[in-house]
């Protein structure tokens, strides 16, 4: 405490006037106790007159009181003065203080401005960076919609390639099987052509053989016909001959059956498919 | 490929599978044949051990190989000798290409014998026909040809004539210029021969009578030509025609009411028909030529003859009952002696030409002549009682022997002939 009243003299003198206007109080503050000094500022003195009987009293107190107002106004004046050095003070005091402040205020205002310009900057710079940010992203957006159409795009040809591919597949295995039909079709004909061709030359070969092996009787004439009905097992063998359909002439009919039998085992057909097990001879003598 | 060629194709397959399945679909028509004899093996009679005066199963074989339908198989290729069924396998035969097999058995039977006899078809493998039989000890031949018959009618559908007889003429120098001449009746084959008439004269023109029990011919043993007719039996004989000129070719009808002979009483020899009960003649031809050689025909309603009236010798038919001729034969200059086949298509003839004379048949229906032998001075042909073959006499070595031909010409066969010619052989119609 002490270290702050050295640091400030003015405090300290003003604490020592103080203590000793307290004292001063204590001394006189019997009479004052009747009448409360008025500790009032500079300016308004008070006029008291003593009206009544105790007229020494009202004297003696007159002339305390006239010294008292004395003093009070030297006092008074002292006071006023300090209060004056005071309120200089402390106007000066204010003044620096409002100089101080405005001083404080404007920096504050200049460091206001400061951060307002910077805020400004910053929003400035923040929009501009929102801008920016929002021109990449919608930059980003564009590309990323470009891109998505592109993928899009490539999808839907690479669908459309794929699509073309299978088509084209499927195009290929129809054609294919439509080949493979034709093919078999065609090899089916030609099988049937075949076995046609060779049907024939198996019934020229058993024609020749049953023919080679008929002794035709001198009774056999023209008009006569007699139906031998064969049975194979597939070596070729005759199980049975049997005149199905008589030329009425017996010995005829049984030519023809000798003529089967003596065949007998008849030739193998020239395709298993042709093989029959069951068919006819017609015997029918011409001329 | 069209749908259309697609159907074709499925409906192509369909008939084969159809053809596959439906059994009998497949017919094969056969319209030649081989024109030859059924081969057939006949297997001598057994059981052996016994000496028989005949080889039947020879007879039979010899019959079958004359009549030409048949080729038997030579004994050395008998693969068995099988004479019980229970012995035939029907596979060696086969083996052996034979039609048929022919078995039988010849058991001593009292004073003559019990012929058995099978035919079996070997590729069937069935018996096709089997008897058992009497034969006295001198009958065994005829015994055999009766066989052959029916083996023959069994396999052919038509009766044999192979237990049938020939009438024949021969002629035996017996010293110089002196001629024996001889009407002789023999079986088919022309064994057993026995004469019926015999004379120093020429004897002519045999002609049997329908029912077989007698014969017709023309004698000369009174130096002029006369028409007999003799039954077999009883030797019985009864002259017929005796008339200034020619008297020949007497010609039984088939009824055996009536005779066909050739005279020449009016002139030049001309056809008539004597009735045989009434002796009543009724004369058929007038021409310039001579008309020859008449022969009737199975209906009896027509009668062939040979006239020379166009100029040379040619077969003429006409009615039975006279009226106009009309010419049959047109190819060669030569055509004689004309007999009828017992169906009455087809006539068989003397064929003359280049100075060889052959004998053909005619077929009356196509009107198709066909030369069946190849002989220098074939004649006299006859048809056997079935129509199948054909006996003539023909030449070798400068004399007269008796043959026989099938109709088909293929097989030609030397009937066995004593000593002397043979000549104009007529076949006998089947014994009633």
Known sequence: ?287 | MSLLQRLCVVWGLGLLLAAGNAGAALTIEITQGVEGAVPVAVVPFGPGGVSLPVDVAEVIAADLRRSGRFAPVARDDLIARPYEASQVNFRDWRLVKADNLIIGKVTPFGAGYTVQFQLFDVFRGVQLSGYSMRSGAADLRRTAHQIADMIYETLTGEPGAFATRIAYITVTDVAAGKRRYSLEVADSDGYNPRPVVQSMQPLMSPSWSPDGTRLAYVSFETKRPRIYTQELHSGKRQLIASFSGINGAPAWSPDGSKMALVLSKDGNPEIYVMDLASKRLRRLTDSLGIDTEPAWSPDGRTIIFTSDRGGTPQIYRMSADGGRAARLTFEGAYNARASFSADGHTIAMVHGENNRYRIAVLDLQNGAMQVLTDGRLDESPSFAPNGRMIIYATEERNRGVLAAVSVDGRVKQRLSAREGDAREPVWAPIRQ
């Open chain 1, 1 to 287: 405490m002490l270290k702050e009243l050295l640091k400030n003299p003015r405090a300290l003198i003003f604490a020592v006037l103080v203590h000793v206007a307290l004292i001063a109080i204590l001394v006189v503050s019997i009479q004052w106790n009747a009448k409360p000094a008025k500790l009032q500022g500079s300016g308004d003195i008070v006029q008291a007159t003593v009206i009544d009987e105790a007229k020494l009293q009202a004297e003696k107190e007159r002339k305390r009181a006239e010294e008292e107002a004395k003093r009070k106004a030297e006092l008074e004046k002292k006071r006023a003065a300090e209060r004056r050095k005071r309120e200089a003070e402390e106007a000066a005091q204010k003044k620096k203080q409002q100089e101080a402040e405005r001083r404080r205020q404007e920096k504050l205002k200049a460091k206001k401005e400061a951060e307002e310009r910077q805020r400004v900057a910053e929003q400035k710079r923040l929009a501009e960076q929102e801008a920016k940010r929002k021109i990449a992203e919608e930059k980003r957006k564009a590309e990323e919609a470009k891109r998505k159409a592109e993928e899009a795009r490539r999808k839907a040809e690479e669908q459309r390639k794929a699509e073309e591919a299978r088509r084209q597949r499927e195009n290929e295995e129809l054609l294919k099987q439509q080949m493979a039909q034709e093919e078999a079709d065609r090899a089916a004909q030609q099988r049937q052509r075949e076995l046609a061709s060779l049907q024939s030359q198996y019934v020229a070969v058993l024609q020749q053989r049953v023919t080679r092996n008929w002794l035709r009787p001198p009774t056999a004439r023209a008009g006569m016909v007699c139906t031998v009905h064969v049975r194979l097992i597939p070596g070729g063998e005759v199980v049975e001959a049997r005149v199905v359909r008589s030329s009425g002439d017996p010995a005829f009919d049984r030519s023809a059956e000798t003529a089967v039998l003596k065949s007998s085992p008849l030739p193998a057909p020239p395709d298993p498919a042709l093989f029959q097990r069951e068919f006819d001879f017609v015997f029918k003598p011409e001329g």
